[in-house]
């Protein structure tokens, strides 16, 4: 089982604890850039941008989170992954005509569903926390996504603070939104993304806010701009439900 919001690096240790294979080959296979460019011949949703020199692994947010059952733990590591990726084409199969007439590219698309995924909100609020995306994009804002932050240092653990990191606000990395002067996405993809968070990025909900904050609950609040946001996060603080 591949849960929803897996990076490469925490999918390589599910496939060590469960298969005969171990973490190293499972990386190594991800930075085999012959092995990538045969997929991307293979896949209509793998275009050549994921072969950014930037970005840490090709094929980060294309391995669909699920469960899935193999002969038994001598199950090749090609053999996993590509299981993956027909998944990932039949969930996304309903979409294309949608994706290939969008301004959005389907790299970008998964790029933003996986912050989207990784950003706390309820199912249910996830095309709206799109919106607020989206709209950041066209205003020609920073995202401002702590997500993306934690995946461009490495840290797989969100309890830890960044607060103090001297890296927080650094500008010449391609993943770190939090740096006031980036503009636009990512340049790819940080977790494998669930469907949910794939359909409210492409079904995503329009409306006029920029700001959003969940609560303890996951319950997500929007703001059109930051005095209400703060406002937000000062009552949640008194109400005692501020879990960030």
Known sequence: TFREGLNIRKIARVVEEETNNTYDEFMA???????IDSLIGKYWFLTDDIKDTKIYYPLE???????????????????????????????LEKYRKTIESSEYSIHEMLTLASIVELEGASA??????AGVFYNRLKAGWSLGSDVTTYYYLKIDDFKQTLNGNKNLLTCDNAYNTRCV??????????????????????????????YFVADCKGKTYLSKNSTEHYNTINRLKREGNWCV
């Open 29 to 35: 296979l991800m930075e085999d850039n012959s092995y």
């Open 61 to 91: 947010g294309y391995l669909f989170p699920e469960t899935y059952a193999f002969l038994n733990k001598d199950v090749d590591v090609k053999t996993i992954v590509e299981t993956m990726l027909d998944e990932t084409g039949e969930k």
């Open 124 to 129: 249910s609020d996830r095309a709206s926390v």
């Open 181 to 210: 002067s980036f503009i636009g996405l990512p340049v790819g993809p940080i977790c494998s993304a669930g469907l949910e968070s794939i359909e409210g990025t492409i079904n995503y909900r329009e409306h006029d806010d920029y």
